[in-house]
Structure formats: structure tokens, C-alpha cells
């Protein structure tokens, strides 16, 4: 097993980061950049260096020193719309450490490092001391990603059970502590 490492960006890192980002919307979700969805990944330094709590996470690959994964965490909740009311009442902005960008290039994956990274992050929303809580959501099509959600957190909505399937996302809450 390689042993990665697990830092905190830097602005070096971030064409790496970017690129791992942008390779896993086209890639995992076949959305391509869509620009309300994704534009953190354009300027991660804006959104996940600048700000005191939020952070970005890359891993790097030993062997030789490339970027394979990503992990984010910023004080922004679900937004209403495109997400149900009732999950952004429940998780409010600045109460809420949401998860975002927990990516792995596909021949790094099956290796603990997504656990790893999202560990790292848990940390981070602790030793901050002003979240109530971690949540993200999930697109279940993404092979693997629902599984690992599941077995770090409880469902909080499912929309694949709403009468119009919403976007077929999966939502998550995250305990803090594991």
C-alpha cells in the first residue's frame, strides 16, 4: 500500500488540485464545468485558502509527488434552491462545515484515501469549534461514492424517493466525531 500524504493546499498546488477537480466532473458526473455548480474549482484559492475556516486537502502520490485527490471543507450550507428548504433550515451557513470535492483519480481509489482525507477534515471542523455540524450530499451514480457516504453518515434525504426525483442526489449527515 502506498503511504500518501495528506497536506493542506498551498497555491502550488492548486493547478494539481484543479485539474483532479475538473477531471472528475467530466469524468464521474459527465457534467462537464457548469459554473453555479462548480466554480470553486476555478479559484480554490478564493474559496477554500482565504477564508480562516475553510480548507482544501490534496493528497499526493509518493512514487511521484503528483496530486490524486482532493478534499474540501467550507462554512456554507445547502443552498435553497437547488437543494430541499428543509436541508438548508436544517444545516444554516456558518453553523454547517460542509464536505465538498472528496475526489480520487480512479486508479488511486479502493485504498482508504477518501477515509483518510475526510478524517482530516472532521478534525479541522472540530478544532474549529463553531460547527454544529458536517453535511454533504452525493451523486449516487459516482461508482462508490453512496457506499462510502453510508458508511460515515445517515441519509438525511434521498432524492431519488421524491415524487419528481429531484436531482437524484443523496444528502448526509456526518457526525463530527467518529
Request: with cysteine; net charge negative.
Amino acid at each position: 500500500m502506498r503511504d500518501y500524504s495528506i497536506r493542506a493546499a498551498s497555491p502550488e498546488d492548486l493547478d494539481g488540485a484543479r485539474a483532479v477537480m475538473l477531471d472528475t466532473v467530466y469524468r464521474d458526473f459527465g457534467t462537464g464545468y457548469v459554473p453555479r455548480w462548480h466554480a470553486d474549482i476555478i479559484d480554490p484559492a478564493a474559496v477554500y485558502l482565504a477564508p480562516p475556516r475553510h480548507t482544501l486537502l490534496v493528497a499526493c502520490d509518493p512514487r511521484d509527488g503528483e496530486i490524486v485527490a482532493t478534499a474540501a471543507l467550507d462554512s456554507r450550507g445547502p443552498a435553497h434552491p437547488p437543494n430541499p428548504r428543509h436541508l438548508a433550515e436544517r444545516y444554516p451557513c456558518g453553523e454547517t462545515a460542509q464536505l465538498r470535492r472528496v475526489y480520487v483519480r480512479p486508479g488511486h481509489r479502493r485504498r482508504g484515501l477518501a477515509r483518510r482525507m475526510v478524517d482530516r477534515l472532521l478534525e479541522f471542523a472540530a478544532a474549529d469549534g463553531g460547527y454544529r455540524a458536517v453535511y454533504l450530499h452525493t451523486d449516487p451514480s459516482v461508482p462508490g461514492a453512496e457506499d462510502l457516504w453510508r458508511s460515515l453518515g445517515k441519509v438525511v434525504h434521498d432524492e431519488r424517493e421524491d415524487p419528481d426525483g429531484g436531482n437524484g442526489v443523496v444528502h448526509f449527515d456526518i457526525p463530527m466525531e467518529r
